[in-house]
């Protein structure tokens, strides 16, 4: 079998091991998804796909379906006589997800696999740690590692004031400072885009997500916006999802990776420093919000907390909560909170009984 077509699209060891455990089918990587029909990657080029019936038979949520990066096992390299059959997806390395349009709890994976997420934020107008902190939260929850991308330095004025802030927020995580209008603006990225590694660009539009990707491709592949403007609609169904580099590394820029909204964010990896502090609580339940002897509340006091991160928290923290459920479940939600933990519901549904009683 050749196999070094696979190799450029981020191969890697793990995945060619999983993938003998299937004999008689043939290691392939999903490069698009168009609602029930994929486009895969085989040992020789791009091909249709489907899910096989026992597949889709035995899928019972969303992400029991392919989606862009996953590998997957198939019955055929070419397409010559119909489509290709999806039987396997291999174990994730990684998964980014997204709130499924509508209300439902059930999240919609966007894309699968990644092993770098480049958080993209311009250092001029688009500037916001608020932001950053939701994308870290994400990044973190999906088991890719964040890297912190600040593009177009060439804009700003006060770079070491915005580093220090920057710092401050993502903890322990890798910061870039990026220019895409000069050669060596940008060459710090490829330190991260290597062979076998699978990398996405996330963040606001406008902020040179896609100038970025077109330097690493060293060639004009996406449509760049003119700043302002509005790039809806941009990234039609025909744009490449699974961008294979020169340098063997590979970009994965589906739609919905662009602007992911916040779900299962894994907030105590973003707020290490408020969990860290919150250890010290007088009540291990403290919402640090008017609880005697909190010892977040204490930090705030002493300056070595900022009074917005925990806010920031706290608001997070809440929306997570409410997020994804329909106004019943909120309801249901707040109910639990007004009768506090455990069973709640339960003592909540006796006195709405009772009380439908007396005033029946
Ligand atoms: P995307 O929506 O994040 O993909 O952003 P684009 O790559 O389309 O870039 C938006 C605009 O910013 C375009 O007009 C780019 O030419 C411009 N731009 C991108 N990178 C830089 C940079 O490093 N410096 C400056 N000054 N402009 C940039
Ligand atoms: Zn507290």
Redesign the pocket.
Known sequence: MNITNLYKFGLTERFEQEATMYEGLYLARVSVQHKNLYKVVTTSGEIQAEVSGKLGYTATVNSDYPVVGDWVMVDRVNDWNGHAIIHHILRRKSVFERRAAGTSKQGQIVAANIDTVFI?MSLNNNFNLRRLERYLSIAWDSMATPVVVL??V??CEDLSQKLSEVNAVAIGVDILV????KDD?YTILYKYIDKGKTVAFI?S????????INRMMGKEILA????GED?KGRHTTTHRQLIALPNGGVVIDTPGMRELQIEHADLSRSFADIDELAENCRFSDCTHQSEPGCAVKEAIKKDLLSAERLSNYIKLQTEMKYQGLNSRQVEQEKIEKMFGGMGAMKQARAFFKAKNKRNS
């Open positions: 993209c593009t177009k060439d804009l990026t220019t895409s209008i603006g963040g539009s406008g902020v040179g997500k896609s100038t970025l760049t916006n003119a700043i790039d």
